[in-house]
C-alpha cells in the first residue's frame, strides 16, 4: 500500500515539474542483488559441506593408516622376535659344531703329541749322547787294554783322537736333531696351551648359551649317550634347522618384498594426502575470499538501502509538502493526465502482447516451415502478421492523446501567464537543489546500480519526443510558492 502511494506522488511530481528528478529503485536490481546474496549463500553452504567431508575423509584416512602402520609395527615385532630366536638357534647350533670340532682337533692334538713323545724318547734312547760316549769309552777301553808289546803310543794317540773325533760328530749331530725337536715340543705346548684356553672359553660360552636358553633337554640328551649319538643327533638337528632357516629366508625375502609395496603404498598415500590437503587449503581461501566479498557486497547492498530510504524519505516529504498547496483544479488535471496515462499505457501493452503473438506465430511458422520445407502459409497467418493492424493502433492511440491533450489545454490556457510558467521555473530549480542536496551522499556506483527510476514514467527525452506528452501542465500560484518556500 505505501509503495503504491509512493508511486503515485512520484508521478504527480513528475507531472508538474516535467523532469526526472526523484529516481526510484527499480525492482530488477534489487532482485538481482538477493538472488547474488542466494547464490553467495548457497556456495558458502556448499564449501562449508565440503569443507566438512574433506575433514571426515581426512579423519578416516589417517585412522586407517594408523591401523594399518599398528599392524605391520606388530606384525616386525613377532618377525623380529622370530628372527632372534631363529639366530639363537642358529648360533647355538653353531658353537656345538665349532665344540665338537675343537675337541676332535684337541684329541688329534693330544694323539700327535703323544707319538712325539714317545718318538722323541725312542730316538733319545737309541742314539743318546750318553749311550754314544759309554760307546767310545767301551771302545777307548777296549783300546786302552793291554797292548802288545810291539806297539807303539803314536797308533794310540790317533785312535784316541779318532774315537774323539766321532764322539763329536755324533754330539752335533744329535744336538742338531734335539734343537729342532725342542723348539717343536715348545711349538706344539703353546699351541696346545691356546687350544686350551679356546676349548674353555667355548666351553664356558656353550655353557652361558645353555644356561640362558635354558635347554635342558640338551643336557639330558647329552648324558648316557655316546659322542657318536650325540653327534648324530646334532646333525639331524642341525639339518632340520637349516632347512627352517631356509624357509625363513624365504619368507623374510618375502617380507620385505611385501614391506616395499607397502612403503610404496604409504608414499603414495602421503602423496594423496598433501594433494587433498592443498586442494583444502584452496577451498579455504575460495571460502574465505567469498566470506570477504560477501561482507563487501552486503554492505555495499546496505549502504545503497539506506541511501535510498533516505532519499525516499526526502521525495516523500517534498511530494506532501506540494500536494498540501496545489488546489482542486490542479489536483483534478493531474488526475485526468493520469487516467490518460493510463490509456496510454494499456494501448502500449496491447501493442507489446501482439508483437509477442505475431514473433511467436513467426517462430512457430519458421519451425514448421523447417520441418515440411514444402509448406507454405496460410492467408489467415499473413493476415495476422501484418503490420497493418499495429498501424491502426498507433493512429488511434495518437488520436486519443491529442484529444487528451487539447482538453487539457483549453482548460488551462486561462489559467497560465507568463508570470506563473517564471515561477514554475523558480519551483523546478527549487526542486533541483533540494534532490541535488538529498542525494549528494550517493556514490557514482550506487546511482549507476541501482537506477531509481519511477515505475510507469517514461524518461524525459522519450517524453519530449513523443507527440502524446503534454506540452503544457497547470501552474502554481504566488500563495503555493509561498507556502512551499
Not at 507531472?15 to 558458502?44: G, T, W, Y
Not at 526526502?314 to 496545489?326: A, G, T
Not at 512457430?364 to 499473413?382: D, H, I, Q, V, Y
Not at 527525452?461 to 513523443?466: N, S
Amino acid at each position: 500500500m505505501e509503495t503504491s502511494e509512493v508511486a503515485r506522488s512520484f508521478d504527480d511530481v513528475d507531472r508538474l515539474i516535467q523532469v526526472n528528478e526523484f529516481p526510484e529503485p527499480s525492482a530488477s536490481d534489487i532482485q538481482h542483488l538477493q538472488k547474488e546474496l542466494r547464490r553467495l549463500q548457497a556456495e558458502l553452504d556448499e564449501c562449508r559441506s565440503l569443507v566438512t567431508v574433506a575433514e571426515c575423509e581426512k579423519e578416516n584416512v589417517v585412522e586407517t593408516e594408523e591401523r594399518k602402520r599398528k599392524e605391520e609395527v606388530a606384525s616386525i615385532q613377532r618377525i623380529m622376535e622370530e628372527a632372534v630366536s631363529e639366530a639363537v638357534r642358529n648360533t647355538s647350533s653353531r658353537y656345538e659344531k665349532e665344540l665338537s670340532q675343537l675337541q676332535k682337533t684337541n684329541e688329534k692334538l693330544e694323539s700327535d703329541l703323544q707319538e712325539l713323545k714317545n718318538k722323541d724318547k725312542t730316538d733319545i734312547s737309541r742314539e743318546g749322547v750318553l749311550a754314544a760316549v759309554t760307546k767310545s769309552l767301551k771302545r777307548v777301553g777296549n783300546l786302552g787294554g793291554p797292548l802288545p808289546f810291539t806297539s807303539s803310543t803314536g797308533e794310540s794317540i790317533e785312535n784316541l783322537e779318532e774315537s774323539m773325533r766321532k764322539a763329536q760328530e755324533d754330539a752335533e749331530m744329535l744336538r742338531s736333531l734335539v734343537v729342532p725337536l725342542e723348539e717343536e715340543i715348545k711349538a706344539l705346548k703353546d699351541k696346545l696351551r691356546s687350544t686350551d684356553e679356546q676349548l674353555r672359553e667355548y666351553e664356558t660360552a656353550f655353557a652361558n648359551l645353555v644356561k640362558g636358553l635354558g635347554s635342558d633337554s640338551l643336557s639330558e640328551m647329552i648324558k648316557g649317550k655316546g659322542p657318536a649319538e650325540v653327534v648324530k643327533h646334532l646333525d639331524e638337528k642341525l639339518t632340520s634347522l637349516s632347512q627352517g632357516l631356509q624357509a625363513e629366508k624365504a619368507s623374510r625375502s618375502d617380507l620385505e618384498m611385501y614391506v616395499a609395496v607397502l612403503n610404496t603404498r604409504e608414499a603414495a598415500w602421503q602423496a594423496d594426502m598433501d594433494k587433498l590437503r592443498l586442494e583444502l587449503q584452496e577451498v579455504c581461501q575460495l571460502l574465505e575470499k567469498e566470506k570477504k566479498e560477501h561482507v563487501q557486497l552486503k554492505r555495499t547492498w546496505q549502504m545503497a538501502n539506506d541511501q535510498f530510504l533516505e532519499a525516499q524519505r526526502l521525495q516523500i516529504m517534498d511530494m506532501s509538502r506540494m500536494q498540501s498547496v496545489l488546489t482542486s483544479e490542479q489536483q483534478r488535471q493531474i488526475a485526468e493526465a493520469k487516467k490518460r496515462d493510463e490509456r496510454r499505457m494499456e494501448l502500449e501493452r496491447q501493442m507489446k502482447s501482439m508483437e509477442r503473438k505475431d514473433s511467436e506465430e513467426k517462430a512457430n511458422e519458421a519451425e514448421k516451415g523447417r520441418t515440411s520445407p514444402f509448406s507454405r502459409p496460410s492467408s489467415a497467418k499473413l493476415v495476422k502478421s501484418s503490420p497493418v493492424m499495429n498501424h491502426k493502433l498507433l493512429v488511434n492511440s495518437n488520436k486519443l492523446s491529442q484529444d487528451l491533450d487539447s482538453q487539457i489545454n483549453t482548460s488551462t490556457r486561462a489559467r497560465s501567464i507568463p508570470d506563473n510558467l517564471n515561477l514554475t521555473e523558480n519551483v523546478l530549480t527549487e526542486k533541483r537543489s533540494l534532490s541535488s542536496s538529498a542525494l549528494n551522499g550517493m556514490s557514482k556506483d550506487n546511482l549507476k546500480n541501482s537506477s531509481l527510476v519511477p515505475i510507469n514514467s517514461p524518461p524525459v527525452k522519450e517524453a519530449q519526443m513523443t507527440p502524446t506528452t503534454p506540452k503544457k501542465v497547470p501552474s502554481l500560484t504566488q500563495d503555493q510558492l509561498k507556502a512551499l518556500s
